[in-house]
């Protein structure tokens, strides 16, 4: 949906045009030419001038925003949403549900992307102070670093596929775990989006040209879905090798990714999930405030079993897809060999960040490149045909 001020150049621009248009028809109505009238003539460029005007999202007055030319600049390597499949840089083939697709359409404007985090990267080198970055020095090996990374990759890719992003500056829950905030910041901000995703600060999305409406396609998030989340990797903790399951030794649904829809079973369940702690529904909900895995193990203990009617309004996405990174299972305590062939879950190793965030951005802008070269490559190859 296009901003106030995009409206406003259409609006303008339209009636400069038509007062043009209208001038010129009443000063030339008897001229004809070539069998059809001027007059007819007029009325094709006004239609023609009102189409280009109406499908151009670019703005009419000033320079475009860089949001705009984000946009813009990687619309040339956007993987089409409906199709089948997706191959990596490195030949693998992704498909999607037998079923798909369940959507065909960008949703642009209507998902949200947002980080939720009580540290605030602006110290020396990181990305909210106010002076250049040094990508190269910055520390991702510290808090500042890694968040500054994460935040990048978060927020480029929402610019490359025209959706919404934020950072909520969260406070921290007295009593509670900070990442208690979750299950509180998605139900407030989902009133006002149809889609938020909220992706962890040690997590980065691996394929910038991929929308997620095609992910949604793989994973089988359809439009009565409420929320879906990675399964976790499995882990021998102390000796522990169901440490990553719940009571009923099922593995438990990893929060470092999380996309919701605003459905009313949605604002239900995040209601059940928000308020678990104070054990009015849920007795014995209050011991995971401040204990590991805090409110991941809430839902995954609680929620899931009493809101999942259909068994597909909580979608479980594979691990090996939004969780987990490559090295990982190298942790000889690491269970599964979960890659993160989309997004990339640093749970151990943080600063791995900063190289995902490179890898990701690089091999955007390598595609970028080849595009416009080999798309006019007689143009930029001289080939010398005789000694």
């Given at each position: 949906m296009p901003g106030p001020l995009l409206a406003l150049n259409r609006v303008a621009a339209l009636v400069v045009a038509f007062v043009v248009i209208f001038i010129f028809i009443l000063t030339t109505a008897s001229l004809h030419s070539g069998g059809k009238t001027t007059i007819h003539k007029i009325k094709e460029s006004a239609q023609s001038a009102a189409n280009n005007i109406c499908n151009n999202d670019r703005p009419l007055f000033g320079k475009p925003t860089i949001s705009d030319s984000f946009l813009r600049l990687y619309e040339n390597i956007h993987h089409p949403i409906s199709s089948p499949t997706y191959t990596d840089a490195s030949g693998k083939v992704f498909d999607v549900k037998e079923d798909a697709p369940w959507w065909e359409e960008p949703l642009r404007n209507q998902i949200l992307i947002v980080d939720i985090d009580t540290r605030v990267p602006n110290g020396p080198n990181e990305l909210w102070n106010d002076k250049r970055l040094d990508w190269e020095s910055m520390d991702a090996g510290k808090d500042g670093g890694m968040v500054s990374a994460s935040f990048m990759n978060h927020f480029l890719y929402s610019q490359i596929h025209g959706y919404d992003y934020r950072f909520f500056n969260a406070h921290e829950m007295e009593g509670m775990h900070n990442t208690w905030v979750k299950p509180h910041v998605l139900f407030d901000l989902l009133h006002q989006y149809r889609f938020v995703i909220f992706i962890d600060a040690d997590a980065t999305i691996q394929h910038l040209d991929l929308p997620f409406e095609w992910l949604f396609n793989r994973w089988g998030i359809t439009p009565q879905t409420s929320i879906a989340m990675p399964l976790d990797t499995r882990q021998d903790l102390n000796g522990d090798l169901h440490a990553s399951e719940d009571s009923k030794g099922k593995l438990q649904l990893n929060t470092g990714v999380m996309i919701a829809q605003a459905l009313p079973h949605t604002f239900e369940m995040l209601t059940a999930w928000k308020e678990c702690t104070d054990e009015k529904k849920y007795p014995g909900c209050g011991a995971w405030k401040e204990t590991w895995s805090h409110?991941?193990?809430?839902?995954?203990?609680?929620?899931?079993?009493?809101?999942?009617?259909?068994?597909?309004?909580?979608?479980?996405?594979?691990?090996?897809?939004?969780?987990?990174?490559?090295?990982?299972?190298?942790?000889?305590?690491?269970?599964?060999?979960?890659?993160?062939?989309?997004?990339?879950?640093?749970?151990?190793?943080?600063?791995?960040?900063?190289?995902?965030?490179?890898?990701?951005?690089?091999?955007?802008?390598?595609?970028?490149?080849?595009?416009?070269?080999?798309?006019?490559?007689?143009?930029?190859?001289?080939?010398?045909?005789?000694?």
């Amino acid at each position: 949906m296009p901003g106030p001020l995009l409206a406003l150049n259409r609006v303008a621009a339209l009636v400069v045009a038509f007062v043009v248009i209208f001038i010129f028809i009443l000063t030339t109505a008897s001229l004809h030419s070539g069998g059809k009238t001027t007059i007819h003539k007029i009325k094709e460029s006004a239609q023609s001038a009102a189409n280009n005007i109406c499908n151009n999202d670019r703005p009419l007055f000033g320079k475009p925003t860089i949001s705009d030319s984000f946009l813009r600049l990687y619309e040339n390597i956007h993987h089409p949403i409906s199709s089948p499949t997706y191959t990596d840089a490195s030949g693998k083939v992704f498909d999607v549900k037998e079923d798909a697709p369940w959507w065909e359409e960008p949703l642009r404007n209507q998902i949200l992307i947002v980080d939720i985090d009580t540290r605030v990267p602006n110290g020396p080198n990181e990305l909210w102070n106010d002076k250049r970055l040094d990508w190269e020095s910055m520390d991702a090996g510290k808090d500042g670093g890694m968040v500054s990374a994460s935040f990048m990759n978060h927020f480029l890719y929402s610019q490359i596929h025209g959706y919404d992003y934020r950072f909520f500056n969260a406070h921290e829950m007295e009593g509670m775990h900070n990442t208690w905030v979750k299950p509180h910041v998605l139900f407030d901000l989902l009133h006002q989006y149809r889609f938020v995703i909220f992706i962890d600060a040690d997590a980065t999305i691996q394929h910038l040209d991929l929308p997620f409406e095609w992910l949604f396609n793989r994973w089988g998030i359809t439009p009565q879905t409420s929320i879906a989340m990675p399964l976790d990797t499995r882990q021998d903790l102390n000796g522990d090798l169901h440490a990553s399951e719940d009571s009923k030794g099922k593995l438990q649904l990893n929060t470092g990714v999380m996309i919701a829809q605003a459905l009313p079973h949605t604002f239900e369940m995040l209601t059940a999930w928000k308020e678990c702690t104070d054990e009015k529904k849920y007795p014995g909900c209050g011991a995971w405030k401040e204990t590991w895995s805090h409110e991941q193990k809430a839902f995954s203990e609680y929620i899931r079993y009493d809101y999942n009617p259909s068994g597909t309004n909580i979608i479980e996405i594979p691990c090996n897809d939004a969780a987990g990174y490559p090295g990982l299972s190298d942790h000889s305590w690491i269970l599964s060999n979960c890659t993160g062939q989309f997004i990339r879950h640093h749970t151990i190793d943080k600063a791995m960040t900063k190289t995902s965030t490179e890898t990701a951005m690089l091999q955007s802008l390598t595609d970028l490149t080849r595009k416009a070269l080999l798309g006019e490559k007689q143009k930029y190859w001289i080939k010398e045909t005789s000694k």
